[in-house]
C-alpha cells in the first residue's frame, strides 16, 4: 500500500524550530522529487519547499526562504523539512506530496495526511 506519512509537527513559541518528516511506505521515494505544502486556517493551500529526486535542487516559498531548509536521506526513505524562527503565521497543517516526475514540476501525485504545526506563545 502506498502512504506518505508526516511527523514532527505540534506547538512551539515563535522563534523556535521544528522538523517535519515525510516517511514513505509501499514505494520507493528516492525516484521523485517531493514537494512540502501547509494550509492555514480559512486560507488556500500553499507549496513551502520542493526537493528534486537526487537533493540537487531545491525550491522555496518568498515566505519561508532563509528560515526553512528541505533535504532528504534516500537510504531512510525520507524527506525532512527544518523549520527555524517560527512565525504565528506559520501555523497551519503541513503535508508532504510526491511529484510525478524527478524534479519539480507541479504535478503531485500522492499525498500525506498532514502534521498539524501551531506556532504562539
Known amino acids: 500500500q502506498v502512504q506518505l506519512v508526516e511527523s514532527g509537527g505540534g506547538l512551539v513559541q515563535p522563534g523556535g524550530s521544528l522538523r517535519l518528516s515525510c516517511t514513505a511506505s509501499?514505494?520507493?521515494?528516492?525516484?521523485?522529487?517531493i514537494r512540502w505544502f501547509r494550509q492555514a486556517p480559512g486560507k488556500e493551500r500553499e507549496g513551502v519547499s520542493c526537493i528534486s529526486s537526487s537533493g540537487g535542487s531545491t525550491v522555496y516559498a518568498d515566505s519561508v526562504k532563509g528560515r526553512f531548509t528541505i533535504s532528504r536521506d534516500n537510504a531512510k526513505n525520507t524527506v525532512y523539512l527544518q523549520m527555524n524562527s517560527l512565525k504565528p503565521e506559520d501555523t497551519a497543517v503541513y503535508y508532504c506530496?510526491?511529484?510525478?516526475?524527478?524534479?519539480?514540476?507541479?504535478?503531485?501525485?500522492?499525498w500525506g495526511k498532514g502534521t498539524l504545526v501551531t506556532v504562539s506563545s
Open positions: 509501499g514505494f520507493t521515494l528516492h525516484y521523485y522529487a
Open positions: 506530496a510526491t511529484d510525478r516526475q524527478d524534479y519539480c514540476s507541479g504535478d503531485m501525485e500522492y
